[in-house]
C-alpha cells in the first residue's frame, strides 16, 4: 500500500511537470530547452546505466559516454533534427576507439559493444521524442498517453487481479493479467489524438493496433531492463522517484517504445512529420 501510495503521489507531481515543459516549449519552439531537457534525463538514465554494466565487470568510460550523450541530444537543435544518424554513428565510434584505447583488447571490446548499445539505447532512442516534438505537442502528448496508460493498468489490474506470472524467471511482479490491463489502456490512450476524432470508427483498428503495439514493446522494454537487473543482482537502477525506482526504472519502456510509436505515425498513418532528414 505504501509503494503504491508514493507512485501515485509521484505521479501527481511529475506528470504535469512533464506535459507542461512540452506544451510550453512547444508554444515558444525552445528546441534547445527540450533538448537540455532529455540531456538531462540522458544523463541520469546514463549513470545507472553504467553502473549497471560496471556490476557485470564491464567498465565504459563514464566521462565519454556522458558527454556524448549530451553533445548529441544538444546537436540536434542547431540542425533541426537532420544528420541525426551520422552524430550516433560519429559519437557510437569514438567510444569504441576510446574503449580500445583505455581497457586494452578484450575488455575494449566487451565495453565497446555496451557502449553502443547504451548510447542508441539512451540518447538514441530520447531523440525519437525530440522528433515527436518536432512535429507538434499532441504527439507527444499522446504517445505519453499510451505509455502512461499501459503503465497504469499493467500495475493497477496486475496487483487486484494478476494470478498468472508472465515471464518469472526475469520479473516475479508481471502477470498476463496486468498485460492485458495495459494494453486495454494503452488503447484508450491511442484513441486520445484530434485526427482521430474526425471519422474514429475508420480509424479505430489504426487505434487499437498503435495502442497494442506501444504498449507491447513499452513492456519488452520493462522486462529487457529487469533482465539486466537481475544479471546485475539489482532491484532497482536508482532512487530519483519515490515508488518507482531510478531514472532507467521510470524510462525503460518509452525508450522501447518511441521508435515504433515515431514508426506508425509516420511511415504508417503519415501523420508525423519528419522535419528535416535524420
Not at 511529475?14 to 528546441?31: H, N
Not at 544528420?83 to 584505447?101: C, E, K, N, R, T
Not at 475508420?202 to 487499437?208: D, E, M, R, Y
Request: charged share 10%; net charge positive.
Amino acid at each position: 500500500m505504501k509503494n503504491a501510495v508514493q507512485r501515485i503521489l509521484t505521479a501527481l507531481v511529475v506528470i504535469p511537470l512533464v506535459v507542461g515543459l512540452f506544451w510550453l516549449t512547444s508554444k515558444y519552439q525552445a528546441d534547445w530547452a527540450v533538448c537540455l531537457f532529455l540531456s538531462v534525463v540522458a544523463v541520469v538514465a546514463g549513470w545507472e546505466y553504467l553502473n549497471l554494466v560496471a556490476k557485470l565487470g564491464i567498465p565504459l568510460p563514464r566521462e565519454l559516454f556522458l558527454f556524448s550523450a549530451v553533445a548529441f541530444l544538444m546537436l540536434l537543435v542547431p540542425w533541426e533534427g537532420k544528420f541525426s544518424l551520422v552524430l550516433a554513428w560519429g559519437f557510437a565510434y569514438l567510444i569504441v576507439m576510446y574503449s580500445f584505447f583505455r581497457r586494452g583488447a578484450q575488455l575494449g571490446f566487451y565495453a565497446s559493444l555496451a557502449g553502443i548499445f547504451g548510447f542508441l539505447y539512451i540518447p538514441g532512442m530520447l531523440a525519437m521524442v525530440y522528433f515527436m516534438y518536432r512535429g507538434g505537442f499532441w504527439f507527444v502528448l499522446h504517445f505519453l498517453l499510451i505509455m502512461w496508460g499501459y503503465d497504469s493498468g499493467a500495475y493497477f489490474v496486475g496487483s487486484a487481479l494478476g494470478r498468472h506470472r508472465l515471464l518469472p524467471r526475469i520479473s516475479l511482479a508481471k502477470t498476463w493479467e496486468g498485460v492485458g490491463g495495459g494494453l486495454i489502456l494503452a488503447i484508450v490512450g491511442a484513441a486520445i489524438f484530434p485526427e482521430f476524432w474526425q471519422d474514429f470508427w475508420s480509424w479505430l483498428p489504426h487505434v487499437a493496433l498503435l495502442g497494442a503495439s506501444v504498449g507491447a514493446f513499452g513492456q519488452l522494454g520493462d522486462l529487457f531492463e529487469s533482465l539486466v537487473k537481475r544479471a546485475a543482482g539489482v532491484k532497482d537502477t536508482g532512487c530519483v522517484f519515490p515508488g518507482h525506482g531510478g531514472m532507467l526504472d521510470r524510462i525503460d519502456s518509452i525508450l522501447a517504445a518511441a521508435p515504433v510509436y515515431v514508426f506508425y505515425m509516420h511511415y504508417v498513418l503519415n501523420l508525423l512529420p519528419l522535419r528535416g532528414n535524420p
